[in-house]
């Protein structure tokens, strides 16, 4: 397949797309407007928009993978128009790994090479694209003059090589590559050279309100009701850490409704079960935020109403102490240049929650993780104290009093009459 050099790209104004570090970024309004119009892109990078003015000590929150992938086939409908998409079309996964010991990045680049003499345009959409990398190809443990020889030559990576190629203002492209991940960093070589060859589509985040629209839209055709709140109940017994669980779990709420029926907080509390490690999660970040109402409501998510308030508290404490002296351990290691993988073998955790400690980490203060750690020591040995007289109002007390003093960076006392919820 004949390619074009690459034109020299025109100074274009400044744009958003320019300060988040991409030359073209297109929202969705954006992009369905160019699509109606006919007009295709030699590649597109679909992942999700950060929230404006987000709290530096919040997680990111991902688009829907659906919303992604609905993203994904309306690109690829505009861009088989002229074609058969049984020869010329292709789907990818990155989860699947290296194909016959080609790597992913060669046999992307040889599927974008591959067209059909009686079809159309090559259409390659990469899927679960978010450990994408470039320098397939490299050998490793080369002398400096070996490795100037070879930089000398160009890059050495099938698919670096094949987005050089590519003009990006190419109105008639040969082949459209469409390229889907969660997150995409405008400092990553592989993003940056995607970014470079065509555009990248930026789609809004899963929000609460977002999940309580969905919820609205889908149960309508059907005459669901949906009440107000339903969205926050499912986001906070979830944690609203999993896009895809978040719709999954929309999804199940309106097929139990049924033609006619009404979804309510309480249909919430009675089929969504608590996600305690999210939920742990979710505390730890309110307290990093000083967010005193939000810390609260997630906390009396892990005590349940009706339970045991003594063995809520006892092991709602231990999932925080546990969180702590994790993150801890993790903040050391970070501040020593140490890797998600370094957490993983000297900390005893799994690759996605050494990631998850690895971003809490890089905005926690040291102090005030030491000061939550003494904060529950001492409310352990109050709640394993033989003197507490009625249990359980005791315990829910104590460990709320315990949040308190870790959120507001205070002494830890033993609790007044009057509840948490009571003194905000």
């Given at each position: 397949?004949?390619?074009?050099?690459?034109?020299?790209?025109?100074?274009?104004?400044?744009?958003?797309?320019?300060?988040?570090?991409?030359?073209?970024?297109?929202?969705?309004?954006?992009?369905?407007?160019?699509?109606?119009?006919?007009?295709i892109r030699p590649v597109y990078?679909?992942?999700?928009?950060?929230?404006?003015?987000?709290?530096?000590?919040?997680?990111r929150p991902y688009a829907d993978p659906q919303a992604l992938l609905g993203t994904a086939r309306r690109i690829e409908a505009v861009a088989l128009q002229r074609g058969d998409p049984a020869l010329d079309y292709v789907k990818l996964d990155y989860l699947d790994g290296d194909f016959e010991a080609q790597g992913m990045n060669a046999l992307i680049a040889a599927q974008l090479r591959a067209q059909s003499l009686f079809g159309g345009r090559r259409v390659v959409t990469v899927v679960h694209a978010d450990a994408m990398a470039l320098g397939e190809g490299k050998p490793k443990g080369r002398s400096k003059a070996a490795k100037a020889?070879?930089?000398?030559?160009?890059?050495?990576?099938?698919l670096e090589r094949a987005l050089l190629a590519v003009d990006p203002d190419d109105r008639d492209p040969a082949f459209v590559l469409i390229?889907?991940?969660?997150?995409?960093?405008?400092?990553?070589?592989a993003w940056e050279a995607l970014a470079r060859a065509g555009v990248v589509v930026l789609i809004a985040p899963l929000t609460v309100q977002a999940l309580q629209a969905y919820l609205a839209e889908t149960g309508a055709p059907h005459g669901i009701r949906i009440a107000a709140?339903?969205?926050q109940k499912v986001w906070d017994r979830l944690g609203g850490s999993d896009p895809a669980r978040l719709r999954s779990t929309a999804d199940r709420l309106i097929l139990?409704?049924?033609?006619?029926?009404?979804?309510?907080?309480?249909?919430?509390?009675d089929n969504v079960p608590v996600d305690r490690e999210a939920a742990v999660w979710a505390v730890t970040d309110a307290i990093e935020r000083r967010d005193v109402a939000r810390a609260m409501t997630v906390l009396h998510l892990l005590l349940e109403p009706g339970g045991d308030g003594e063995s809520d508290a006892i092991r709602t404490l231990g999932a925080l102490a546990s969180q702590y002296t994790q993150l801890?351990?993790?903040?050391?290691?970070?501040?020593?240049?140490?890797?998600?993988?370094?957490?993983?073998?000297?900390?005893?955790?799994?690759p996605g929650r050494a990631e998850a400690l690895v971003r809490q980490a890089r905005t926690v203060n040291p102090s005030r993780t030491h000061h939550a750690l003494r904060v529950l020591a001492q409310l352990d040995r109050m709640l394993k104290s033989s003197q507490l007289g009625e249990k359980r109002q005791?315990?829910?007390?104590?460990?709320?009093?315990?949040?308190?003093?870790?959120?507001?960076g205070g002494d830890f006392h033993a609790p007044g009459p009057s509840t948490a919820l009571q003194a905000l």
């Open positions: 397949m004949a390619t074009k050099p690459a034109a020299p790209a025109a100074r274009a104004a400044k744009s958003e797309g320019e300060a988040k570090g991409f030359p073209r970024v297109f929202d969705e309004k954006v992009l369905a407007a160019e699509l109606a119009t006919g007009r990078v679909v992942s999700s928009a950060d929230v404006p003015n987000r709290d530096r000590y919040a997680d020889a070879a930089d000398a030559k160009g890059p050495q990576d099938p390229v889907v991940a969660q997150a995409v960093s405008p400092t990553g070589g709140g339903v969205a139990d409704a049924g033609p006619g029926g009404t979804v309510t907080t309480a249909t919430v509390e801890a351990a993790a903040t050391a290691l970070v501040r020593k240049g140490a890797t998600v993988m370094d957490l993983v073998r000297s900390v005893g955790v799994s005791v315990a829910l007390r104590y460990t709320e009093q315990a949040v308190l003093a870790i959120v507001r």
